[in-house]
């Protein structure tokens, strides 16, 4: 099982960067995936959410600035984030959940200077 993010880097305030995870080794289809993020000193914590389904969910602090989508054929999420903030500077992670299992990705860094 292998979830490898990408799409990190520095991005000014008020940029946008798209973070991808390419999932491999299970049925993709069939997992809700997730975006995490860590920040230093700061708990993990749900960026956002797709179903299996398609259905998301996104934490209060992210809503109308990102969206995150799958590609089913391509084995991928994605989290579009717009209107970055300092504040959202973390290591992102990616999840695939389903009945109990978890997989985790290593992480990507996103860095947004004031």
């Known amino acids: 099982v292998q979830l490898v993010e990408s799409g990190g880097g520095l991005v000014q305030a008020g940029g946008s960067l798209r973070l991808s995870c390419a999932a491999s080794?299970?049925?993709?289809?069939?997992?809700?995936m997730g975006w995490y993020r860590q920040a230093p000193g700061k708990q993990r914590e749900l960026v956002a959410r797709?179903?299996?389904?398609?259905?998301?969910n996104y934490a209060d602090s992210v809503k109308g600035r990102f969206a995150i989508s799958r590609d089913n054929a391509k084995n991928t999420v994605y989290l579009q984030m717009n209107s970055l903030q300092p504040e959202d500077t973390a290591v992102y992670y990616c999840?695939?959940?389903?009945?109990?299992?978890?997989?985790w990705g290593r992480g990507t860094q996103v860095t947004v200077s004031s």
């Open positions: 080794g299970f049925r993709f289809s069939n997992y809700a």
């Open positions: 797709i179903t299996n389904g398609g259905s998301t």
């Open positions: 999840n695939a959940f389903y009945w109990g299992t978890n997989y």
